[in-house]
T-cell receptor
């Protein structure tokens, strides 16, 4: 079946450090891939997306590349800020899924000044 | 454009009671999905409505139900509440349609506590 696996957290970094959050997926066909972010007490915000192999999604300094050969969609940022502290979710939509996004368990990121 | 709104934001109910949560999608969006978020199970899909019809349903008991109105607003209902129903309930709206991929935009959630 379709599934998403994210690296376990929490992840604690110092400000300006490099961030990588690993995400791999299992899916039939050609899913679309997403990263969502959830700040404390809030809903999920769409951070970036990629809809086909080799696409790179980017937003607010975050990037992720859709790698079909490794079934991965790792999230990266070159220099994190305290304001990036949140929970990050990798998700897939297997097309025609009719609203059913498959989410990873989430990775909590804490950035210290 | 206004985002997805959910009401109420917080609810405290007693075991055995029922509850109704409301979701207003982004204007022009015809699809509304509902998710349950808990620390143990993460984000789990409940159901999706498109043009007043339930198109997809997750693996939840029949105590969980929903509906969608002609203006795309949606409600979900949980009957005979159990302690394990305590969770953050999120709704998401999208343009919807058949096939393809449509970005989902989430509301702030309703925090339900069952005592």
């Amino acid at each position: 079946g379709n599934s998403v696996t994210q690296m376990e957290g929490p992840v604690t970094l110092s400000e300006e450090a490099f961030l990588t959050i690993n995400c791999t997926y299992t899916a039939t066909g050609y899913p679309s891939l997403f990263w969502y972010v959830q700040y404390p007490g809030e809903g999920l915000q769409l951070l970036l997306k990629a809809t086909k192999a080799d696409d790179k999604g980017s937003n607010k300094g975050f990037e992720a590349t859709y790698r079909k050969e490794t079934t991965s969609f790792h999230l990266e940022k070159g220099s994190v800020q305290v304001s990036d502290s949140a929970v990050y979710f990798c998700a897939l939509d297997y097309g025609g899924s009719q609203g059913n996004l498959i989410f990873g368990k989430g990775t909590k990121l804490s950035v210290k000044p | 454009k206004a985002g997805v709104t959910q009401t109420p934001r917080y609810l405290i109910k007693t075991r055995g009671q029922q509850v109704t949560l409301s979701c207003s999608p982004i204007s022009g969006h015809r699809s509304v999905s509902w998710y349950q978020q808990t620390p143990g199970q993460g984000l789990q899909f409940l159901f999706e409505y498109f043009s007043e019809t339930q198109r997809n349903k997750g693996n939840f008991p029949g105590r969980f139900s929903g509906r969608q109105f002609s203006n795309s607003r949606s409600e979900m209902n949980v009957s005979t509440l159990e302690l394990g129903d305590s969770a953050l309930y999120l709704c998401a709206s999208s343009l919807g349609g058949t096939g393809g991929t449509y970005e989902q935009y989430f509301g702030p959630g309703t925090r339900l506590t069952v005592t």
